[in-house]
């Protein structure tokens, strides 16, 4: 025993020599990633900056290294001052609708995907390959290729400047159906023949068994389809003129579009509107993210 | 406990392919019955048509007194432990053991009255509460056959459950299996692919091949008087001495040997005899040319040719033999007689 404990603690010492060596490889990876990060980052810095000093300032000098003192006043116009004529389009109420919209496209889009592909993989459907081909398709075909034909359904349905307007058609598409088709062709034949004989009707084993095993696959979906919602731009602007309905991508356009009038643009606050943007689907990814991975790469079950 | 009936089963797929040909047997109450065969024999086929999961195309398979050809897996009063344990992996032991109960309405009180009972029975108390990805291999094992008992069904079907496990652990599982199933008393039907497991676990083995079932019997008759030379080569390892020889008025010719035989026949036959059957013996009619030397231990396997043809021998550890010739004898009455075309049993 002695002996051997004697051994370990001379490897102790000779392995750690008071001297470290650098590591050059190391030194050259970390940079390469700082630098990347900052770039990404500038624009950002710059939106901040931009939105920190008068909107007199930003015309004068354009970008500068100075930070201003309006970033209160700012934030404060963004959240709550209305904008256009019905003053109805807050940057709160933006913000909700952006909410809604990403969250309910996601959403949605899970649930309609989960169960088409539920029905193609375990039912004996007669032209169930078909059908998914079909399905598929729709990859080839998104929103904005299908525009006008979208505009007009939605239109005739009387669902312009609703809710239901901005996220039923998004929700059309193929993507979330074929990745939960790809999982539950994974899931062991056995699990379902087990649960066959433990008497879980099509229902219950939907919900009790495929739903729990889908949770990291879900949570990876939910990241795609909320940022993908939320970042939706086309639709929204021909879907929507009532100013209460906008979302935050949208409306921060309107409040630029002064431009055309006489009045200097209020950079100040679209610049932090466009920064209030980014932080939800950042923060989704970041706590996500981990459940992010696992879906899409963890294969045992 | 039910007595299983089949009666004229036939399998044929929609592609046309006939997986199992009509085949008829009984299962008693209370039996333990191997199915056992080479891979695409058919007999999973025939265990998953028992369970429900595959359709029957033809003929009437009878649970107890039910004909169950159209009742759902769930009803049909049975259990079945899989190959790769199909556990299911978000849900704890307990949780496992106890969705089939639940799915029936069982009461929470008798449901843990049930999985406390399954559990002790398995020794599974200190991981009710583990998932299954942190079991080893042969308590996955154990809460397979946990959820199969608890649900006290009429019939247990196993679909190779052994075979995922490493060869220790397989053979204590055999045991396992088996004094449970004694215990219990339920009748049960075992799908393997190894015929030491099909030997050592059954009551009674139904050997098949290509679709079609090639003997049914205890372990002993399969063994000593297989029903064909499919049998005597798959069963035993080794596997049973199969030659070409001639048959004559209760002798049977052989490498320029007359031996006796109990079955009278004429004309060209195969001839089986297992490697313990043939014995060294200086006095031994068959010249036997021993090229290898197989050191197993507890005994030794010779191979070599006697003319042309190649035989396998198995000698205790204590028989001095070397290679080179060996004259040998064969025990009386250990010679089966096979037709020399079809192969089935004289």
């Keep these: ?301 | 406990m039910a007595q299983v009936t089949l009666s004229g089963i036939r399998k044929v797929y929609p592609n046309g392919f006939q997986a199992l040909t009509t085949t008829s047997f009984d299962i008693p109450d209370g039996e333990f019955t191997v199915l056992v065969g080479p891979s695409g024999c058919g007999k999973s086929t025939l265990l998953r048509m028992v369970a429900g999961l595959e359709d029957i195309t033809e003929g009437e398979l009878r649970i107890g007194d039910r004909v169950v050809n159209d009742v759902d897996p769930a009803d049909r009063d049975i259990a079945m432990v899989f190959q790769n344990y199909a556990l299911y992996p978000h849900m704890t032991v307990r949780k496992n053991i106890a969705y089939g109960l639940k799915n029936r309405g069982t009461s929470a009180e008798d449901i843990a009255k049930k999985v406390a009972q399954a559990s002790d029975m398995l020794g599974l108390d200190d991981y009710l509460d583990r998932k299954p990805s942190q079991l080893s291999g042969g308590q996955r094992q154990r809460v397979a056959m946990g959820r199969a008992i608890v649900r006290d069904p009429a019939l247990f079907l196993f679909d190779e459950p052994l075979s995922n496990l490493d060869a220790k652990l397989r053979n204590q599982m055999r045991i396992e299996i088996k004094a449970l199933q004694r215990r219990l008393g339920v009748t049960s039907i075992y799908v393997t692919h190894d015929q030491v497991e099909a030997m050592t676990m059954a009551d009674r083995i139904i050997v098949m091949n290509g679709g079609k079932v090639e003997q049914i019997g205890t372990p002993a008759e399969v063994y000593h008087a297989p029903a064909s030379t499919f049998v005597a080569s798959f069963m035993g390892a080794p596997p049973m001495n199969l030659v070409p020889a001639h048959a004559v008025a209760g002798m049977v010719r052989f490498a320029k040997t007359s031996l006796a035989v109990e079955t009278h026949t004429d004309g060209p036959v195969t001839m089986g005899i297992r490697p313990e059957d043939l014995i060294p013996d200086t006095s031994g009619p068959l010249p036997f040319d021993v090229q290898i030397i197989e050191e197993l231990g507890a005994h030794r396997l010779l191979h070599g040719v006697v003319g042309d043809e190649k035989l396998t021998v198995h000698v205790g550890k204590d028989t001095d033999v070397g290679t080179g010739p060996v004259p040998l004898s064969v025990k009386p009455g250990a010679i089966s007689l096979f037709h020399h075309e079809t192969g089935t049993r004289l």
């Design chain 1, 1 to 301: 025993m002695s002996d051997i404990s004697a051994d370990t603690l001379a490897t102790d010492r000779s392995s750690a020599p008071p001297k470290r060596r650098i590591k050059w490889s190391t030194v050259v990876d970390h940079s390469v990633l700082i630098v990347g990060s900052l770039f990404m980052l500038l624009p950002l810095v710059v939106l901040i900056q931009m939105s920190s000093v008068p909107d007199v300032e930003v015309i004068k000098t354009g970008p500068s290294l100075q930070i201003g003192d309006q970033l209160d006043d700012n934030f404060n116009k963004a959240m709550f001052q209305a904008s256009g004529f019905s003053g109805e389009n807050t940057g709160t109420s933006m913000l909700i609708n952006s909410f809604i919209l990403g969250i309910g496209f996601a959403v949605g889009k899970i649930i309609i995907g989960m169960m088409a592909a539920y029905a193609i993989v375990y039912f004996r459907l007669r032209f169930a390959t078909l059908a998914f081909w079909i399905i598929f398709t729709t990859l080839l075909l998104p929103l904005e290729v299908r525009i006008l034909p979208s505009y007009e359904v939605v239109q005739s349905l009387g669902m312009l400047n609703t809710y239901q307007g901005l996220i039923v058609p998004l929700i059309a598409s193929a993507t979330a159906t074929f990745f939960f088709r790809q999982f539950f062709r994974s899931v062991p034949e056995e699990l379902v023949e087990a649960a066959r004989i433990d008497g879980a009707g099509p229902v219950k084993f939907f919900i009790d068994i495929l739903v729990p095993l889908s949770q990291t696959m879900i949570a990876a979906m939910f990241i795609i389809m909320f940022v993908f919602g939320w970042n939706q731009y086309l639709w929204p602007t021909m879907i929507t003129t009532d100013e209460d309905m906008f979302t935050l991508v949208r409306g921060i356009k309107q409040i630029t579009q002064d431009l055309e009038g006489t009045n200097i643009p209020e950079y100040g606050r679209a610049n932090l509107l466009a920064i209030i943007a980014i932080i939800p689907p950042v923060f989704v990814v970041i706590f996500f993210q981990s459940w992010f991975v696992k879906g899409l790469t963890e294969s045992d079950k």
